[in-house]
Each structure stands twice: as structure tokens, then as C-alpha cells.
């Protein structure tokens, strides 16, 4: 079988300064985990400003004459683990792409995943932090 094209292997190890397009660097293996905050989980900077209170609420004795009972832990998991394919700095640059390129895409794709578990992205002061959404 003949080949129908030209080799460029040789070229591209003598210039490590060209640039391959978006749509085919090489994909990075990195890997977030966001984490849903927990309702018994207090932050440092917060605590000061923060009481803590029992989970479990002591039920007047009439309610328990009734057959109420106190649930002794909550109910909401633990954390929600959400793998996304892009730095939350990546999905704000790709979302000011061009619709043409694939980046736009792949931000728009982890916007989607984070507005299903509820969160979104805001750039302060430089910096993109993760805001709760609750519409």
C-alpha cells in the first residue's frame, strides 16, 4: 500500500515552538472533585461567627405520646462528588470562544453539569470562585 501522504515527525521534533490547534492538543488527565459543602461542615474563616447547635431536637413529651421520633442524623449525603473536564479558569476562558470551536462546547457542557447540582461560576477580583445557585 502507498502512502499518500508527506511524514512531518522530523520537522515537529526540530520545532518544539509549533503550536498544534484546539481540537487536537492533547487531552490532560486532570481531574477535579467538587465537593457540595456538608450542613455540619464549618469552614474556618466562618467559625467565629458561627454556633454550633445540637442535630438532634428533644421532642416535648405530648409528641412523643403520639408516636413522633426524632431522626438523629440528617438525611443529605455527605458530598457529591462531580468529575468535570475542564479547570473552572478553563470553562470561563471557553465560554468566550468562538461557537466554532470545540472548547466552547466543552465549557458549555461542564456549565450544564454544574448548574445540575445547583452551582455556577463568577469571576472576583480575578478569580473564579463557585457561587450556589438557587433558582
Known sequence: MTNNFTAIDDLLKKNKNVSL???AEP???EKFEIEEPVEDKVEEEVR???????ETIEL???LKALGLQAVPHSKFP???NIKLPLSDEKIVVGKKAPITSSIRWLAEFALF???QAHLGL???HGRVIRVLKLD
Open 21 to 23: 490547534p484546539k481540537e
Open 27 to 29: 487531552i490532560t488527565s
Open 48 to 54: 467565629p461567627f458561627v454556633s454550633s447547635r445540637a
Open 60 to 62: 416535648p413529651p405530648d
Open 78 to 80: 455527605k458530598y457529591k
Open 113 to 115: 453539569i454544574l448548574a
Open 122 to 124: 463568577k469571576v472576583v
